[in-house]
T-cell receptor, first 114, second 114 residues
């Protein structure tokens, strides 16, 4: 069975500082990984996804994530954050591209301080 | 383009009352989902409908029923609300081809059961 662990429930950073949000997964077979973002009082929207190929994936708003199979991780990074990046970020996993279900992590709340 | 529309936005129920959460999408998507979001637990799948006419249980289906009324609409019913069902409920849809397509979320229904 798949599972996702987001290691930090909250991450406070200063504006223009770099940030890394950590995600580890467990899956017995092939894995497909996603990061979703939830802005205040909104639903989630897709930030980026890893299906195959290059392990470095670029997403919207300057975010990127690196798939590391040996460490079973898919950490999300941004070199310089902005106030508008304040949101909750969710890592998610599936073991089947055609699957109808994703397993979500617990979420990490990113707070940007001026 | 409205996307995924959920009604109501807020609801307060007394224990034992019933209600139906409505969801409609105007993107001609095949699959629709109901999630609940609780602090520290991420999103958990309640029920989903892979296509019109089919529904399947997710991770936390107890206490809920669903109806896929047509391709556009997917409703969630609480027959006898309990305080443990206090949560934020999200409806989502996917175009086709499984979870590699982005999930499109509504803005949520905040439900309190007293």
């Amino acid at each position: 069975a798949q599972s996702v662990t987001q290691l930090d429930s909250q991450v406070p950073v200063f504006e223009e500082a770099p940030v890394e949000l950590r995600c580890n997964y467990s899956s017995s077979v092939s894995v497909y990984l996603f990061w979703y973002v939830q802005y205040p009082n909104q639903g989630l929207q897709l930030l980026l996804k890893y299906l195959s190929g290059s392990t470095l994936v670029k997403g919207i708003n300057g975010f990127e994530a690196e798939f590391n199979k040996s460490q079973t991780s898919f950490h999300l990074r941004k070199p310089s954050v902005h106030i508008s990046d304040t949101a909750e970020y969710f890592c998610a996993v599936s073991d089947d591209q055609g699957a109808q279900k994703l397993v979500f992590g617990q979420g990490t709340r990113l707070t940007i301080n001026p | 383009n409205a996307g995924v529309t959920q009604t109501p936005k807020f609801q307060v129920l007394k224990t034992g009352q019933s209600m139906t959460l409505q969801c409609a999408q105007d993107m001609n998507h095949n699959s629709m989902y109901w999630y609940r979001q609780d602090p520290g637990m991420g999103l958990r799948l309640i029920y989903y409908s892979a296509s019109e006419g089919t529904t399947d249980k997710g991770e936390v289906p107890n206490g809920y029923n669903v109806s896929r009324l047509n391709k556009r609409e997917f409703s969630l019913r609480l027959e006898s609300a309990a305080p443990s069902q206090t949560s934020v409920y999200f409806c989502a849809s996917i175009r086709t081809g499984g979870i590699v397509s982005p999930l499109h979320f509504g803005n949520g229904t905040r439900l309190t059961v007293t």
